[in-house]
């Protein structure tokens, strides 16, 4: 398994959606307001996430998951997690309110 694998996958369309997927080989999927767990198999660039009652197929690549519908989810980095801090992502606002 890929060192690169692991971490935080964020859903581009609803960013309260994610997928972990862990160095041990389990995942932790949420969406709304249920979580589901399994295991996540890969082979190449296919990602196989294996659940009590279903299995996703998807491709990985370059920090992207594209599950079967099409959608992406985008690996969150350690630096440029999501704030909780809207202030963080308004460029527009003068230097002095500005949080850096």
Do not use: C, N
């Not at 932790?28 to 249920?34: R, V």
Request: zero cysteines; glycine letters at 12%; aromatic letters at 8%.
């Amino acid at each position: 398994m890929g060192a690169d694998i692991p971490g935080k996958y964020i859903h581009k369309k609803t960013r309260s959606h994610y997928i972990e997927l862990k160095a041990d080989g389990t995942y932790f999927l949420f969406q709304g307001s249920t979580g589901v767990s399994g295991k996540y198999e890969l082979d190449g660039p296919e990602i196989t996430l294996v659940g009590a009652e279903s299995t996703s197929k998807g491709k990985i690549k370059s920090g992207v998951i594209i599950d079967s519908e099409g959608d992406k989810w985008v690996r969150a980095s350690a630096t440029s997690a999501i704030s909780d801090d809207p202030l963080a992502s308004m460029s527009w606002l003068p230097a002095a309110l500005r949080r850096e």
